[in-house]
């Protein structure tokens, strides 16, 4: 066998090799890329609490999609007994509403808590899926009324009237702060 011929056999093996490499190289890429894609469309669910004060305070919690794309709620659970704690008919529990609920991105759920009535925290269990049908699921558990009722002042106006628009205003202004 003469040099050339090793040469050339040497060389079809490196780029044997270099092309193995290259191949693995382009296929952990598009996991990766395709990894940053779900997870910068996926849906995310949150669940918190806020409170608005026109005059009269009222205490939220609130089930919002902060994601990029439809969440499909296949299991919504939670640890506390919510019945009796809401402000409007407290017969029925409007969270159970939410187990195959779907919140599009951006979309939120909202009902009005009496703030006096929620004594401990909460552990909510959420289970749901994207279009895709990639599915998330979460668990965590929280004081819905940390943080919620911190001592703010607002400045009353003379008359009921003028009052209720004055908090109202103020209100809007502190949550776009």
Do not use: W
């Amino acid at each position: 066998m003469d040099i050339s011929t090793i040469v050339n056999i040497i060389l079809c093996v490196l780029s044997f090799i270099l092309a193995a490499i290259s191949v693995v190289t382009v296929v952990i890429t598009l996991r990766q890329n395709n990894k940053m894609i779900e997870e910068s469309t996926r849906p995310v669910i949150s669940v918190y609490t806020d409170e608005i004060n026109a005059g009269n305070p009222f205490f939220y919690l609130i089930v919002k999609n902060f994601g990029k794309s439809p969440a499909y709620i296949t299991k919504f659970e939670y640890d506390f007994d919510f019945k009796g704690c809401y402000k409007i008919r407290n017969d029925k529990d409007y969270l159970e509403g939410l187990n195959n609920a779907v919140l599009a991105p951006g979309q939120s759920r909202i009902c009005t808590l009496d703030y006096a009535k929620i004594d401990k925290e909460v552990t909510f269990t959420l289970e749901y899926h994207s279009g895709a049908k990639k599915v998330y699921s979460d668990k965590f558990t929280i004081d819905l009324k940390a943080g919620v009722s911190m001592p703010y002042g607002k400045v009353a106006t003379e008359g009921k009237e003028l009052r209720t628009i004055s908090y109202a205003l103020q209100e809007m202004l502190q949550k776009n702060l």
